[in-house]
């Protein structure tokens, strides 16, 4: 089975998925962005859990409960801050795609929602950061039980290179 790879422009704290995906600083406690977005949404007992789960490095993923989100988890991934290109950024931003979407699999889930990660204040060029994502999830989705991943974008002009990977 193949799964379904969509780009939509909203909100992704509002997304019925398995698990939304988010764009977390190491701490896993909050941020700007779609972090303190999520947090928000999701209401303070994220917050309390993300302090027990104790962080994440950069490139790895941590699972948590989505509470008062439509979705039933949140996949806290910690994108890499771009410093020109020459610190293993592009590496590090597959394996937040990759790293999410094995936890998924790990825990059975089926749909998720992806951000755009490290785009906004962490830097990472727009197009470049869209060609690893979608690179990385259509290889990473391969022969999995995963049937739907959205690329859930913030303006109309990420949502159009989306849907231009994508061939949509």
């Not at 509002?14 to 999701?42: F, T």
């Not at 690329?151 to 849907?163: G, P, Q």
Request: glycine share 10%; net charge negative.
């Amino acid at each position: 089975m193949t799964a379904q790879l969509l780009a939509v422009r909203g909100d992704i704290t509002r997304l019925e998925v398995d698990a939304i995906v988010n764009a977390a600083n190491s701490s896993l406690l909050g941020g700007g962005g779609v972090d303190g977005a999520i947090h928000r949404a999701a209401g303070p007992e994220l917050l309390d859990e993300c302090r027990r789960v104790g962080g994440c490095p950069t490139g790895e993923a941590r699972l948590t409960a989505g509470y008062r989100l439509p979705a039933r988890h949140v996949i806290h991934t910690v994108g890499p801050v771009w410093r020109g290109g020459a610190h293993r950024e592009e590496e590090l931003l597959a394996a937040c795609y990759c790293n999410s979407l094995a936890l998924a699999v790990q825990h059975g889930l089926h749909s998720l929602a992806f951000p755009c990660i490290s785009t906004g204040i962490y830097g990472f060029p727009t197009d470049a950061a869209a060609d690893i994502a979608v690179a990385s999830v259509r290889g990473a989705v391969r022969d999995t039980a995963i049937e739907q991943v959205l690329f859930c974008c913030f303006s109309e002009a990420d949502l159009l290179l989306y849907r231009r990977l994508l061939d949509l």
